[in-house]
């Protein structure tokens, strides 16, 4: 059966890069239903659903893997990628919540952690996430500069109020 889900793979992949989406679709759904926890057919048939345009069905597809392998990066990444490009950020803390719990060792979660929480504002939390991906891997420069832009945005926001509450309390007195 291993050999026949390899062949059903590279077939759906064969017809993807020659651009037979519909082909590749049926293919991967119909192998589905014979190999449920084939994550590769949900991948390939998550890409067909993201190019035809039906980004729902495609981000219900990548679900259904994550279901099946909760560390599985390449669901992880485009789910995200797919949530975050439509401003849901707590869905996306979710899914990095989910990442980390399954691959705690893997760097780009706590990272895409941090992104999704400073989009809400919450910079500590951010600053935590990507202090977290920084001690994963010490080269994540993208980490490294979010961290400093947290800290900074932090920083000129207690100018800020400080400057307020001093501005308030002369005009007081």
Known sequence: MQFESNIAILLAKSLLKL???GEARALCLNKIANWPTETELYLILAKTQVIEGHDDDAMETYRRALKIDSGLVAAYQELGKMLFSQEQYEEVLALCEQMIAARPEYHPAHSDRGT???????????????????????????ARSNWLFCSNYQSICLSVCLSVCLSVCLSIY
């Open 116 to 142: 999704a929480l400073q989009a809400c504002g919450r910079m500590s939390e951010a600053m935590a996430s990507y202090q977290s991906a920084i001690e994963l891997e010490p080269k994540n420069l993208d």
């Open 19 to 21: 651009n037979q989406y």
